[in-house]
């Protein structure tokens, strides 16, 4: 298969192995449960797939009115669906990498075989049990973006572990890139090129995706207005929270709040 842009949003799960592919000019390693979704227009090349044998992987190609029929021609509407924020570009690209514990992966691997089964069988209902699978597996990879931390001292990272416990700790407040590098005892630079081999990101990303995360928590669960939301992640100035908001997810923080209603 050649490299390619594709229309669709992406999920692909590393059942098992490992080595590396290139998403737009990225190189991503792969390893065992780790889980990569991909935004609409992304440039995958998927013969840089490399390594000890050929990765096992399961890969899931969806529009997204699959999951949200109401929702007209998807590229400007789909980013506001409460489910489909792990896919929403800005950040790394369209492209994230996400990690199942090594306990869930059973379940994880028996909600894509079950989606295939259907998939493939085509049985009465099939369309429903689908759909039903597929918002199992999104609501799974929707939780995985909230504990980054745990998995990175999990997996021996130590340092990025401390990165983003401070980031835990402080992005309620105005906090930059030397605080965090101060907190962890490195310079900016060195810690910007650290976090960006190991993660594809930059720490302001990071930081600004932990904000977003409980940006959306708050919007889903309680009724705060807007400007209480941002404040309370970190956000004095509610115009830009609002800005930023959108530039992550395609809408406005009210906009996105009623979607997730109505869904």
């Known amino acids: 298969m050649r490299t390619h842009a594709h229309d669709f949003l992406v999920l692909l799960y590393v059942e098992r192995g490992g080595g590396s ?27 840089r797939m490399v390594g ?21 021609g998807a590229f400007l509407s789909w980013r506001a669906h409460p489910l489909l924020f792990p896919f ?9 990498r996400l990690h199942v514990p090594a306990a869930d992966r059973p379940g994880f691997i028996s909600q894509l075989a079950a989606l295939e089964r259907e998939l493939h069988e085509r049985r009465d209902g099939y369309n429903e049990a689908v759909l039903a699978h597929l918002t199992l597996l999104l609501v799974a990879v929707s939780r995985l973006v909230t504990d980054v931390s745990g998995d990175l001292t999990l997996r021996d990272e130590p340092m990025l572990a401390a990165v983003f416990d401070v980031i835990e ?43 977003m995360t409980e940006a959306r928590r708050l919007l889903a669960e309680t009724d705060l207005t807007v400007e209480t939301v941002g404040a309370r992640v970190g956000y004095r100035d509610a115009s830009y929270f609002i800005k930023r908001f959108r530039r992550s997810h395609g809408s406005a923080p009210q906009e996105w709040r009623r979607a997730g209603r109505r869904s």
């Not at 592919?21 to 998927?46: C, S, Y």
């Not at 929403?88 to 994230?96: E, H, N, T």
């Open 52 to 72: 000890t044998g050929v990765p096992e992987a399961w890969a899931v190609f969806f529009p997204s009115d699959v999951v949200e029929p109401s929702l007209p």
């Open 169 to 211: 700790a402080r992005y309620r407040s105005p906090i930059s890139l030397s605080d965090v590098a101060r907190a962890v005892g490195l310079t900016p630079g060195h810690l910007t090129t650290v976090v960006g081999r190991k993660t594809g990101r930059t720490v302001q990303e990071w930081i600004t995706e932990r904000r």
């Open 21 to 47: 592919m290139r998403i737009n000019d990225h190189e991503w390693r792969l390893g065992t449960g780790d889980v990569f979704v991909l935004a609409p227009g992304e440039v995958v090349t998927p013969d």
């Open 88 to 96: 929403v570009r800005g950040l790394a690209g369209g492209a994230q």
